[in-house]
Every structure is written in C-alpha cells, then in structure tokens.
C-alpha cells in the first residue's frame, strides 16, 4: 500500500524552528521525487520544496535560506528542516510524489506567540 505520513507538526513561536519528517511506504523511495507542499487559510496550495534521487533540492524563491528539504533513503524518510519561522508559514504542510499523484494527511504549522 502506498503511503506517505507527515509528523512534527505543532505551534512555535516566530523565530522559532520545526522539522517535519514524512515516512514513504509501498513505492521504490530511493527513485522517486518527493516534495512538500503546504497550504494556508484562503490560499492556494503551494509548492515548498523537492529533492531528487540525486539530492538536487528546489526550493520556492521566497523560503530559500530558512527552509531545507533533504532525504534518507535507507529511512524512505524526507524532512523540511524550518528556521526563522514567521506567522506567514502557518499552514497545513504536506508530503508528496506529485507524479503519482501521492499526499500524506498533511500536519498542521502554527506559527504564533
């Protein structure tokens, strides 16, 4: 069965850090692009980062410098690595493989003092 699942999610004061983690099951990890996305309230869903098998790693303009996406292939395990957080980052974030067309449940990011 083929399964993404988003943990680390939770509420952190602006200038604070989080890392995601997403656990991939049922699908050769080590060959697929992941990425994460994340959408907030009223907002369109958007694209956060993605990493390759290779390790090449893309990031949204906006978040390069405070975001990092990276993977363990020997976990089936991707994270995002989030720093200098802001209450602009509050959001519903979610795991992919956008070319299959496979989310996770998504985790809730609260940004707020």
């Known amino acids: 069965q083929v399964q993404l699942v988003e943990s680390g999610g939770g509420l952190v004061q602006p200038g604070g850090a989080l890392r995601l983690s997403c656990a991939a099951s049922?699908?050769?990890?080590?060959?697929?692009?992941m990425s994460w996305y994340r959408q907030a309230p009223g907002k369109q869903r958007e694209l956060v980062a993605s990493v390759a098998p290779s390790d090449v790693r893309n990031y949204a303009d906006s978040l390069k410098g405070r975001f990092t996406i990276s993977r363990d292939n020997a976990k089936n395990t991707v994270f995002l690595q989030m720093n200098s957080l802001k209450p602009e980052d509050t959001a519903v974030y979610y795991c992919?493989?956008?070319?299959?067309?496979?989310w996770g449940q998504g985790t809730q990011v609260t940004v707020s003092s």
């Open positions: 992919a493989r956008p070319s299959r067309n496979v």
């Open positions: 049922g699908f050769s990890f080590a060959l697929a692009v």
